[in-house]
């Protein structure tokens, strides 16, 4: 499950912003179900204690329930959900987690008239002997029963499994999104180079598609940009720029329209490259300044072809452009006017830049950890990128991105599908056989979970695929 | 897409009824506005059958033939003539299928109706109704455009299968090897160099069934074909040096023989692989310095490859000294080596994952970012960025196409500038405006200036001066649309002459007037050229302004005018001359007192007396103009003027002058005689009371 702002198809309903204060408030929510939880153990159900710790949370729901049918708290893996967003929780709070799953509750729900009478009485069942409870039917029965109507719970079974299908189902069609674009831009560059001007619809077609991918499951498509194939690489760079941009697009909770531009001028900010001359960008040995001259053109030559192209957002031409000019003295090309970039521009540079950098760990002989394009992005903040969009970039994209492998304290190593709310945290595939056979049949683990309140596994270092000899293209195609 | 039409097959009654209702709701749609009942009756009917219909179907689809419509290959539609007009339509708009599925509302089918009555202009304006449909979230219709999955014009096409034959003679086939290469292709590691000179393709064939047949079971036949061409090459540097060059260049041939899945797997994904972790070792330190590294700039450029002999042989050498890695099964997991987490991660994580509330503001900001204004600021900017970089520095003169994008980027700030101005946005106009005065290549000079011109046109100057009129002085809005016209002030100062000439309100013209004292300040050599215009009031207003700007420049053409026929104009000029002051106004002046009409020698010598930055050494003309005056009743009057003029301004020699008219002739008419002097003696007294205390009371 994504932690996305919408539903699959439909536009983004709220700001960042916005997003960010009902994460606060769905956290705060949370906190005071738990407090009623532990209340419920220490005190009699007419205590004042536990009524006005109820009340509290009541009062949460009802202003939570102002602009939605439902309350609904999913717990996954050792991670929390309000309808689709991941929200962040205290390591202390990992035993009402537990407390959850270990009664078989996958969701909550609180609905329209809820009182806190049945709070409370949900609080004292939920405190009951897990052995006891499913002697009597289980909790969901229980409650069913009890009357307490405003409550539902879901089991854990249904929900993980409904997680895992829509997972599977939208990495299936994240691979063929991701081929589909690199055809495109494949064809696009021919036709280009040629002179001739291409249709713009097909390209708008694999965009709405790359956005429609992304709203419905980022990760499988981000997860792509990791498998760095290097025949088809100069054409997967700008399909990986285009889903990096446009994801960190989603992220801060842009529209649809908004996403799809971002997308759109991300595919085609290197563009120019078409016009360098073929003996200089093919040359077998180093450039010398007068080629690399060359080369640096290719913003303005990208701007230029792109001014003409019908179907194409002025956008593209800007971030085409802009996506270089960053304020260090390195940036081109050089103009006599002083501005600010347009953001699009510089979540293009951003997501140029680390897709550069994560490139570049395939070639050096020496490894890098993946966390250290992280760590080198953070050290060119405010020069080669906002701060404030390198932030969210990397809340986006995680410390240890998709397609990172982890040795975990326990010895296993893991494969990095998701990530959580924390980024030291993320959800890992269990590598076993290293063959691809895991990636239907092996155990995807969230590294949040917990056994009485202490983690169960922790990541302690990162793994080199290359030196490792592990394909990572048979698990995240 | 649908091709043949085959006999009507018995479709349900109520697969028509649908068809029949979304016609009709797509001509409804089309004929009818939106506030007439028909209208949304017709899209309600046919949704409601539709809505009925995917209860127990999947989907509807709706075929689209040039004159009808067809469900699921069959033609449909009894009200053919109908079905025809509209069935074209869409046709000629590139549509070719319509599928509806299960949990299509209302308003999606709305949607689809309102944009299929679209013009094919507008629906291309807007990237196709694909596109169209995305945006406004009909996600339970999809139809299918024509050419929708070309982006290849046709020829084009032809030329890249034309080139593809021409650089591939490897065909899964095979070309029949040359007579006398030895073709010993043994099963396993025996590499076969054969005649590889002279055949290079058919040396390419063997090498290509050679990977097919020896590669190992964990090897890929591109791994493999790879790992042959290593040998082939270390077989040369080691065994025939002495021909190295030919031998790898026709290596190179045979590589740019294969088929072009193998040669770009081989070229681009091995060969330029190596090349570039080669750079890579010695460009590390780069990385961090330059985001995106250089090396990663070359690499992301290499769209094209047709790869030259020449550039192949070259890798090949390269490859020649590196060693292909036997590839192992990875270890068991407790054996992976891992580089430990450094200890500052979760430190960094922590960071990252909190937002201060200025970062928070900062974001939602950049969330308002892609909405029209900030796109078109940004485009506007860019253009102007792109105009002096149009040509390309390292190109002595520009070719063809740096003149066409010269001209595209010309087009577009030219489109911006109308924009602009129909919006009455004086600020972003002004920025264009600037942004084409700036210096370009010569060759790019005969083009802007065509530009240029254009968007000086009276009638854009006519109507900001008509925006400025609607705002107070001082206001936003009055002050942008000032800048932008003292960016024209030629033209404006042009069509402010025009207004003023036939504007009737008073008050109209006194704000013209204004403006034109503003403007005007910096245009004299125009306003110079428009004195020769017939109208007398246009050219009074013009003198009008070249007195206020007190300029030399303008005192020449007050001299011109000084000697107009229009006795009206000679007045003004002496206004002007008053405005200017100084002795060189003063010398005008002076020659207008001997203007033929009385009126303006009146005026001017009334001036004179009061002229600013003129002293007794300018008083002889007016000592002249007395000497010449004659004792008679007619020209009295004057003569007084005059001497009171010399009082005001006179020294010594004036008042020495003045004593003439002290002596009474009796021969000539003594009235007159004691009137004037009447006025010497007061005209003395001036004097003296001014030079009396030896010149320390100046004028």
Redesign the interface.
């Known amino acids: 499950m994504t932690d996305e702002q919408g539903d699959s ?3 983004a309903r709220q ?3 916005a997003k ?1 204060l009902l994460i606060d408030s769905a956290r705060t929510a949370f906190q005071q179900l738990a407090a009623i939880l532990r209340n419920a153990t220490l005190y009699p159900e007419a205590h004042p204690q536990l009524l006005a710790a109820a009340d509290k949370l009541r009062g949460k729901i009802e202003e939570l329930l102002v602009e939605r049918k439902e309350v609904a708290f999913y717990l996954i893996s050792g991670e929390l959900f309000f309808e689709k967003i991941s929200i ?1 929780i205290e390591q202390g709070l990992s035993l009402v987690l537990e407390q959850f799953a270990m009664r078989d509750v996958g969701g909550v729900v609180f609905m329209p008239g809820l009182t806190s009478q049945e709070l409370i009485r949900f609080a004292g069942f939920m405190n009951k002997d897990p052995g006891q409870l499913s002697g009597l039917g289980g909790i969901r029965t229980i409650i069913e029963k009890e009357g307490i109507r405003h409550i539902v719970l879901h089991n854990v079974v249904l929900v993980e499994k409904q997680a895992g299908a829509d997972l599977k189902a939208g990495k299936k069609k994240a691979s063929e999104v991701f081929k589909d674009a690199v055809d ?1 831009v ?6 280009l ?4 001007l ?8 694999v965009i ?1 598609s790359m956005v ?1 991918n992304i709203l419905d499951n980022r990760d499988a498509l981000v997860g792509m940009t990791n498998l760095k194939m ?6 997967a ?2 399909v990986n720029t285009s889903i990096l941009a446009a994801a960190l697009g989603t992220f ?3 529209d ?3 996403i ?3 997308g759109m001028a991300a595919l085609m900010h ?1 563009i120019g ?2 016009e ?1 001359p ?2 200089t ?7 010398n300044d ?1 080629e ?7 913003p ?1 030559e990208g ?2 072809l792109l ?2 192209i ?2 194409v ?3 593209a ?2 971030a085409a ?2 996506h270089h000019q ?1 304020g260090g003295a ?1 940036g081109y ?1 050089q ?1 006599i ?1 002083q ?1 600010e970039r ?4 510089q979540i293009v540079a951003l997501a ?2 680390y ?3 994560t ?2 760990r395939v ?5 890098m ?1 993946p ?1 250290q394009s ?7 903040r405010g020069i ?1 990128s ?4 390198l ?2 970039f ?2 986006m994209v995680g ?1 240890f991105p998709i397609g990172t ?3 975990l304290d326990t ?3 893991g494969l990095v599908m998701h990530q959580t ?4 945290r993320p959800r890992v595939l269990i ?2 056989r ?1 063959d691809g056979s895991e990636k239907e049949t092996g155990q995807e683990i969230s590294l949040l979970e917990t056994t009485g309140g202490r983690y169960r596994r922790s ?6 695929p290359n ?4 394909n990572l293209k048979q698990y995240l195609a | 897409m649908e091709k043949e039409l085959g006999p009507e097959a018995p479709l349900a009654p109520e697969v028509h009824d649908v068809m029949r209702a979304l016609v009709s709701a797509f001509r409804t749609v089309k004929i009818y506005p939106p506030n007439n009942p028909v209208y949304s009756q017709s899209i309600k009917k046919s949704f409601e059958l539709l809505e009925h219909f995917l209860t127990t179907a999947q989907e509807y689809s709706i075929g689209v033939q040039k004159t009808n419509f067809t469900y699921q290959r069959t033609p449909i539609g009894k009200e053919a003539q109908l079905n025809r007009a509209i069935a074209q339509d869409l046709f000629a708009k590139g549509i070719r299928e319509i599928v509806f599925s299960t949990g299509v509302t209302e308003t999606e089918l709305l949607v689809l109706c309102q944009t299929l009555a679209l013009s094919s202009e507008d629906m ?1 304006i807007k ?2 109704i ?2 169209i449909l ?2 406004k ?1 009909a ?1 339970h219709i999809k139809v299918t ?1 024509a ?7 046709t020829q ?1 096409a032809m ?2 299968m034309d080139k593809t034959a021409a650089g591939n003679t490897a065909t899964t086939e095979g070309p029949a090897p040359s007579a006398g290469v030895k073709e010993r292709v043994l099963f396993g590691r025996t590499l076969v160099l054969g005649d590889l000179k002279s055949d290079p393709s058919g040396f390419a064939f063997n090498m290509l069934e050679l990977a097919k047949r020896t590669h190992a079971e964990d090897e890929s036949v ?1 791994e493999r074909l790879y790992a042959l061409y290593q040998e082939a090459s270390r077989t040369i540097e080691a065994e025939h040096a002495e021909q190295g060059d030919a031998m790898f260049e026709s290596l190179g041939k045979s590589v740019l023989a294969l088929e072009p899945n193998f040669r ?2 081989l070229v ?3 060969l ?2 190596d ?3 080669e ?4 460009q ?1 330190a780069d ?18 490859h ?3 002999v020449q ?1 192949v042989s ?2 090949l050498r ?1 490859s020649a000294s590196k060693k292909a890695l036997p ?5 068991p ?2 054996e ?7 200890g500052d ?2 430190g ?2 922590k960071e ?2 909190e ?1 201060s509330p200025e ?2 503001e ?3 900001v ?2 308002a ?2 909405m029209e204004s ?3 600021e ?2 506007v ?6 105009l002096p ?2 040509k ?1 520095p ?1 190109h002595a003169a520009p070719d063809e ?1 740096e003149f066409a ?1 010269f001209a ?2 010309l087009r ?1 700030l030219e489109d911006m500038l109308n924009f602009f101005l129909s919006e009455n946005d004086y600020d972003h106009a002004s920025v264009i405006i600037q942004a084409l005065q700036m210096p370009v290549d010569p060759s790019f000079q005969p083009r802007l200036k065509e530009v240029l011109k254009k968007t000086r046109s009276k009638s854009v100057v006519k109507s900001t001066i008509g925006e400025l009129k609607k705002h107070p002085k001082g206001s936003r809005e009055y002050k942008s649309a000032y800048a932008y016209l003292a960016k024209l002030e030629r033209e404006t100062t042009e069509v402010l002459l025009e207004l003023m000439a036939d504007e009737q309100d008073r008050l109209a013209r006194i704000f013209y007037l204004d403006l034109l004292k503003d403007f005007g300040r910096n245009q004299i050599a125009l306003l110079g050229e428009l004195l020769t215009d017939g109208r007398w009031y246009f050219v009074r207003n013009i003198v009008n302004v070249l007195g206020e700007s007190k300029t030399d420049q303008a005192l020449a053409f007050l001299r011109k005018a000084a000697v107009h026929e229009n006795v009206r104009i000679r007045q003004e000029v002496i206004k002007g001359l008053l405005t200017v002051g100084g002795k060189r106004a003063a010398s005008i002046l002076a020659k207008m007192m001997q203007d033929e009409d009385v009126g303006v020698q009146e005026t001017a010598v009334n001036a004179y007396g009061d002229f600013p930055g003129i002293g007794a050494e300018e008083s002889r003309p007016l000592i002249e103009f007395l000497e010449g005056r004659s004792l008679k009743k007619r020209e009295q009057a004057l003569t007084i003027e005059a001497i009171k003029a010399l009082g005001k301004i006179g020294g010594r020699e004036a008042a020495d002058f003045l004593k003439r008219y002290a002596i009474i002739r009796w021969w000539k008419p003594r009235k007159l005689q004691k009137e004037l002097r009447v006025a010497a003696v007061h005209a003395r007294e001036e004097i003296m009371r001014r030079h009396g205390d030896d010149g320390r009371t100046r004028r």
């Open positions: 198809r439909g536009d700001s960042f912003y960010q962040p495109t494949k064809e696009m560059a021919q036709v180079h040629h002179g001739q291409s249709s713009m619809r097909k390209v708008n077609s709405q429609d290097y025949d088809e690489y100069t054409f760079h700008s801060l909770s842009f649809k329209q908004q799809a531009a971002l290197d490259k078409v360098v073929r003996e960008i093919n040359k077998p040995g180093k450039l007068e690399w001259n060359q080369v640096k053109r290719h303005v701007a230029l001014v003409d019908p179907g957002s002025r956008l031409m800007v452009f802009e960053h390195r090309p103009v006017l501005y347009h953001p699009f521009s140029d830049a897709e550069a950098l490139a570049a070639y050096y002989s020496s490894q950890p966390d992280i760590r080198i992005l953070i050290k060119n080669t906002d701060p404030v969009l932030k969210a990397v809340n410390i492998l982890l040795k010895g296993e190593v709310r924390d980024l030291m590598l076993t290293f990541p302690v270092g990162t793994i080199d030196t490792a000899n592990i | 291309a990237n196709g694909s596109s995305w945006e979230n996600a455009e050419g929708l999955d070309e982006i290849i014009t084009m030329g890249l591109e770009d797997a681009a994904g091995k330029y692989k090349l570039d972790t750079m890579a070792a010695e590390q990385v961090e310095q330059q985001l995106p590294s250089a090396m990663h700039e070359i690499q992301t450029g290499r769209f094209s047709a790869w030259t550039q070259t890798l390269k590839s192992t099964p990875p270890p997991p407790d992976v080596k891992a580089v430990p987490l450094s991660l979760p960094m994580a990252m994952a937002y970062e928070m900062r974001l939602k950049l969330g970012a892609g900030d796109i078109i940004a485009a900017r860019t253009y102007i960025c792109l970089l149009a390309n390292l196409k994008h595209s980027v577009q």
